[in-house]
């Protein structure tokens, strides 16, 4: 279970981080920074809970 809810994460946190660099204008470049920080963390996370999941699996 916890395997498909990081994958979903994952998925919707890759869209997010394409729409902001490609489609997304920005104010300045902290808003642009901390966005893209906070969703690479997300990514960073979903792939962590991924792999510990694959790994669980007998």
Known sequence: MA???A???FVLCVI???YNV????YANGLEA???????AI???LSWTVM????GQKK
């Open 42 to 44: 997300g990514i960073w």
């Open 22 to 25: 490609f489609i997304e204008k």
């Open 3 to 5: 395997f498909i809810l």
């Open 51 to 54: 792999k510990m999941s694959i």
């Open 7 to 9: 994958l979903i994460f």
């Open 16 to 18: 997010n981080l394409i």
């Open 33 to 39: 920074v901390l966005v893209m920080g906070v969703t």
